[in-house]
């Protein structure tokens, strides 16, 4: 049973202070397209990045999740995206005039709270996910860390963590389900042990740092004089330890916060995949390093096994993504050049288009007369055309660019295309982007026959009048 995408109904704003850059200002999240995904626009910068929610920008896994691209910088984003995640929303534009994103209470509540307020709806594409088929595992043994996926109808995470302290030792958290993470997970704050929360503020390190923005574990003895001390650098009351080790400022949500926060992390870190995931994950001491190392790794596992490399993956008669008129949008071919009908599905890794072949095209007159066959060429162009959609439905106005085919190679013809036929091309990605260069692997169906097959390269070039 297909799903579908789902956005936000109106633009919601929340306003807060970065933990660890102590800046103060606001974050929109925005309605976005179908196959949009999630992506971050810095309108403090003067060019306005947007930098996608991908794991390929990860450049930073210390104290939380920061991504970056060509300079521009986003820290702290997995409490977002795990609130993305969890109210099952795939595309969004966050704008944002910081370069963090607010701590508030240091927990997912109040980004679930803005996403209700703003309203889901669904749109009209499919959900994509990555579906895992076999156990997929990663360990880090310096760290004592194991992170496993393995298959499952749904989405279902374990986490267990062990400081190995009186406060804090082991415990084990568990979401059986996505579907639960609004009442079972997202209110779940950060957590700090006592000597942690000194050595960042006497470090300058959590500049909007404040007491109400995670549970503070003392694993040690501390007089009353130190934390007092603590509370008038936080302009806080005065704070006594209560008896479960914490700091007496804040209430537990639940007796397992802290490994409930560590899966709320773990949902963050995996979205950086960029679709939802379809198995069972557990996470043994997980933290941001291995969380974004597994995203990788799952992401590698979702390109060598999707399910387009083995059989035709497609439903000619689901609603397109696009029809004709949407694909001379964002196309600048025409009739009778323009040799792709519709588009069945599209992601940042690859498409499905096809084009329907009709007795009326102009080439059957003369190849050929007595045995129309659709020119090999023209089947190449129109995979080419199809590649060019892809590419540029990834950026922003595709009508101010083109794409340029700069290699096209071990190209094979198997099969005839005759009039009747219903040619459908699958093509998807080889490699990131890189530098508006992109290669790409394809195959053209007729039923559930391969009829041809090839690698492209092409540029992405704006127009000169652009």
């Known amino acids: 049973m297909s799903v579908k995408q789902q956005t936000i109904i109106n633009p919601v704003t929340v306003r807060g202070a970065g933990l660890h850059t102590g800046q103060i200002g606001e974050m929109t999240f925005k309605p976005a397209p179908v196959n949009h ?60 005039n910081m370069e963090e994103i607010p701590i508030k209470d240091g927990s997912s509540r109040y980004f679930v709270e803005a996403l209700e307020e703003a309203g889901i709806k669904k749109q009209p594409a499919n959900r994509e996910y990555i579906e895992i088929k076999e156990p997929v595992i990663l360990e880090l043994p310096g760290q004592k860390a194991k992170v496993i996926a393995e298959p499952a109808d749904n989405y279902s995470i374990t986490v267990e963590i062990d400081f190995e302290t009186k406060v804090l030792g082991k415990q084990v958290a568990t979401l059986d389900s996505i579907d639960k993470f609004k009442t079972e997970i997202a ?10 929360l000194e050595y960042l503020l006497s470090n300058n390190l959590i500049k909007g740092g ?34 479960e080790g914490i700091l007496n400022n804040l209430d537990l949500h639940f007796h397992n916060e802290p490994a409930r926060h560590k899966l709320l992390d773990v949902i963050g870190d995996l979205a950086l995949l960029g679709k939802p995931i379809k198995g069972r994950i557990t996470a043994y001491r997980p933290g941001h390093q291995i969380n974004t190392e597994f995203a990788g790794v799952l992401k590698e596992y979702h390109i060598n096994n999707r399910s387009m490399n083995t059989k035709p993956p497609f439903d000619i008669y689901v609603d397109p993504v696009y029809d004709v008129n949407e694909i001379r949008k964002i196309l600048p071919h025409r009739p009778p050049f323009l040799l792709v009908d519709k588009v069945l599905e599209v992601s940042d890794e690859h498409i499905i288009a096809l084009k329907n072949v009709s007795m009326n095209e102009p080439f059957f007159v003369g190849h050929f007369p007595d045995e129309p066959l659709m020119p090999g060429v023209l089947q190449v162009e129109a995979m080419a055309q199809a590649g060019g959609i892809f590419v540029l439905q990834q950026v922003d106005q595709p009508e101010l660019y083109s794409t340029y085919f700069l290699k096209i190679d071990q190209v094979r013809f198997r099969y005839k295309v005759v009039p009747g036929d219903v040619i459908v091309f699958v093509i998807k990605l080889d490699a990131p982007i890189k530098r508006g260069i992109c290669t790409m692997s394809g195959k053209a169906y007729v039923g559930d026959r391969i009829v041809m097959d090839g690698k492209m390269t092409a540029q992405i070039v704006k127009n000169k009048d652009a």
């Open 187 to 196: 209110n779940c704050r950060t957590f700090v042990f006592l000597h942690e």
């Open 210 to 243: 404040d007491l109400s923005n995670a549970i503070v574990f003392v694993n040690r003895k501390v007089s009353q004089g130190e934390l007092n001390r603590l509370a008038d650098l936080f302009n806080k009351p005065r704070v006594k330890v209560k008896s």
């Open 37 to 96: 995904g999630v992506k971050f626009k810095r309108t403090d910068l003067e060019s306005q990045p947007i930098i996608e929610a991908d794991i390929d920008h990860v450049i930073d896994t210390a104290r939380g999740t920061t991504i970056g691209k060509n300079g521009a910088k986003v820290y702290t984003i997995e409490h977002v995206l795990a609130a993305l995640t969890g109210m099952g929303i795939d595309n969004v534009m966050i704008e944002l």
